[in-house]
């Protein structure tokens, strides 16, 4: 039995025309790393009112009532 190698089953050259219009769309709209992952997080919970989250905490369900378990 004979394989392929992987990168030759994707002819990249030929089957995804990349023009220079879309190298530089790629490039302008890419993540920036100048913020870390967890600065990303905050701004993005930033922008959910605060209304929201309260509602959605009323509504998450929590163990309370629940029978209380040991580890031993």
């Not at 701004?43 to 009323?58: C, F, G, S």
């Amino acid at each position: 039995m004979s394989s392929k190698r992987a990168f030759d089953l994707l002819p990249l050259e030929r089957d995804l025309v990349t023009t220079a219009e879309d190298i530089r769309a790629l490039r302008e709209n890419r993540w920036s790393t100048g913020k870390s992952w967890l600065e990303i997080l905050q701004t993005l919970a930033d922008q959910v009112p605060p209304a929201v989250v309260r509602e959605n905490l009323k509504k998450r369900r929590t163990f309370e009532g629940a029978m209380p378990f040991d580890l031993d």
